[in-house]
């Protein structure tokens, strides 16, 4: 087949990546010439595991090409997928349509035939009508041209792998067509074969599909999270009490992992807009759960703080501590909400020389955070600290050996703010250790 996709961020370029790899002719399209110039050499602006490797095979066999012509997009093909952004509105919860809106507005005009416009972006329940609205406004084709919705399931270092392998197939579609499913059911007939469930839906359930999964992700992770709080009063051990839930075949283990919380560009602001549309349509008591949910992994970063002032004193100024982690988790170099770079950034402003050293993502961090020293080496980056904090769970630094470590720090004194190093090991070593929901 032939197929577009409309806007070639994370979501877009991966996605167009991976529909080449099924065998399709795909046009990426994007406005930012800069990005366009960069996808057609083969190279990704972002690090995502796999991906380089896919857009330099299919750019080079031609299979996949990208543009910054909205019209090309438009010519090019009858299925247009569009996966621009949808960040979270400044001071609000609410998510930010505008990229949606704008690209459905410009692709417009140039659709001249029957198409079909799949929506993958994440967005309040009720878009879809909006997006119709707009596409009978401004294309030539009108009521001809169809609108689906297929929400993305993607995490942040298995985008490849979920694209193509994914755990379930979502097709939001308007209640009397039937163009639409056909269209999609040949994009995605290599993946409905290998018997990924599909389901068909109507707009609306698809729309909520991301955002309710994300919530409820948010949830699983607060809740092991709020149990670590009451482990730390009582002497338990939060890893365990994890382990021994996780058993249980109503909850599993999966996702259920105490530390310092989730960040990243899609939980947090998911949360929230899933949180803000359920209040503007009236469901604010329903989910407040969600609102405590937030909190919770809110209060874990301010618990790393609070451990690093009861391990240096309430005055941090003229204090060296060295951050292990600036990406929101491991395998990305995404600093979108980092738990890590949010802890590092506290601390300097409460006056210690904040050290941050990680494999993929300072330079994402040295434009947010300037103010923040930085190293590539990690065991360079603890020369004469009073403490270290292990806040991302790059497995590089459970492998490094604290005994490598303890006499180059000015206090061998270690929080660990994901619960993967081996604290048996570390105390061996010469080293303090704290954990969070550890005794």
């Given at each position: ?25 795909v046009l990426g399209m994007d406005s930012d010439i800069d990005k366009v110039h960069t996808l057609n050499a083969g190279k990704a ?13 299919h750019t080079e066999s031609g299979r996949l090409k990208f543009t910054a012509s909205y019209s090309e997009a438009a010519e090019f ?250 990406a929101f988790k491991a395998e990305t170099d995404d600093i979108r909400d980092s738990p890590a770079l949010a802890v590092a950034q ?94």
């Amino acid at each position: 087949m032939k197929m577009t996709v409309i806007g070639c961020g994370y979501l877009g370029a991966t996605h167009a990546a991976c529909m080449a790899e099924l065998g399709h002719e795909v046009l990426g399209m994007d406005s930012d010439i800069d990005k366009v110039h960069t996808l057609n050499a083969g190279k990704a602006p972002f690090f995502e595991r796999d991906l380089d490797d896919l857009l330099t095979q299919h750019t080079e066999s031609g299979r996949l090409k990208f543009t910054a012509s909205y019209s090309e997009a438009a010519e090019f093909a009858d299925l247009h997928f569009i996966g621009v952004g949808t960040p979270q509105q400044a001071g609000s919860g609410a998510y930010d349509l505008t990229h949606l809106f704008d690209a459905v507005t410009k692709l417009a005009p140039g659709l001249s035939r029957p198409a079909v416009v799949a929506v993958k972006s994440t967005v309040p329940v009720g878009t879809a009508f909006r997006v119709a609205e707009l596409l009978r406004k401004h294309a030539p084709a009108g009521d001809l041209i169809e609108v689906a919705w297929n929400p993305e399931f993607l995490r942040e270092s298995f985008a490849v792998e979920d694209t193509l392998r994914p755990n379930r197939l979502v097709l939001g579609l308007d209640t009397d067509r039937s163009w639409a499913e056909g269209l999609l059911r040949q994009a995605f007939c290599k993946i409905i074969e290998a018997g990924v469930p599909t389901i068909v839906t109507d707009w609306a359930t698809a729309e909520l599909a991301k955002g309710a999964a994300n919530s409820f992700l948010a949830t699983k992770i607060s809740f092991i999270n709020a149990m670590a709080e009451v482990c730390e009063k009582s002497g338990a051990n939060v890893a365990e009490l994890a382990e021994i839930l996780g058993h249980d075949i109503r909850i599993g283990r999966r996702g259920m992992r105490p530390g310092l919380g989730f960040g990243g560009g899609c939980l947090p602001k998911d949360l929230g807009g899933f949180t803000t549309r359920a209040d503007e349509l009236g469901a604010d008591q329903a989910v407040g759960i969600l609102r405590e949910a937030a909190a919770v992994n809110a209060r874990r970063r301010q618990r790393i703080i609070d451990l690093a002032r009861e391990e240096l004193g309430t005055d941090l100024r003229g204090k060296r501590i060295t951050v292990w982690g600036a990406a929101f988790k491991a395998e990305t170099d995404d600093i979108r909400d980092s738990p890590a770079l949010a802890v590092a950034q506290a601390l300097h402003d409460l006056g210690a020389t904040v050290t941050v050293t990680d494999p993929k993502a300072l330079d994402n961090a040295r434009k947010l955070h300037p103010e923040l020293d930085y190293i590539d080496d990690p065991i360079a980056a603890v020369d004469d600290a009073d403490l270290l904090l292990h806040l991302t769970e790059w497995p590089q630094f459970s492998h490094i050996d604290p005994k490598r470590l303890a006499t180059r720090t000015a206090s061998a004194k270690v929080i660990d703010g994901r619960g993967t190093l081996n604290a048996d090991t570390w105390r061996e070593a010469g080293w303090a250790v704290r954990a969070l929901g550890r005794p």
